[in-house]
Nanobody, 120 residues
Framework: QVQLVESGGGLVQPGGSLRLSCAAS????????MGWYRQAPGKQRELVAV???????NYADSVKGRFTISRDNAKNTVYLQMNSLKPEDTAVYYC??????????????WGQGTQVTVSS
């Protein structure tokens, strides 16, 4: 069982920055790939960024060059630094843990979400 708690969302003006955090507990953090997803009203949830246990990253085209995902395995935490924010980045952002080692099973886990609103 993994518990994920996101924080850091809020209201920011276009062009501004936010840093989201996701603290994980309950299992071996390093055995999970960690991702950030987002869901805007009326739209499907979409992948924003993912980072493997080894630190390899992948980003949605819409956020490349603006967002940076990172993880601190010692603190069981994954971060999403968001710069040059646009109104279209407005969404609820969710943290996801995807197992990469059969020792921890196959279940994916989700956080409760944190709202990011980009508006002037």
């Amino acid at each position: 069982q993994v518990q994920l708690v996101e924080s850091g969302g809020g209201l920011v003006q276009p062009g501004g920055s936010l840093r989201l955090s996701c603290a994980a507990s309950g299992s071996i953090f390093s055995m999970y790939a960690m991702g950030w997803y987002r869901q805007a009203p009326g739209k499907q949830r979409e992948l924003v960024a993912v980072i493997t246990s080894g630190g390899s990253t992948n980003y949605a085209d819409s956020v490349k060059g603006r967002f940076t995902i990172s993880r601190d395995n010692a603190k069981n935490t994954v971060y999403l630094q968001m710069n040059s924010l646009k109104p279209e980045d407005t969404a609820v952002y969710y943290c996801n843990a995807a197992p990469t080692n059969p020792l921890v099973g196959r279940q994916h886990y989700w956080g409760q979400g944190t709202q990011v609103t980009v508006s002037s």
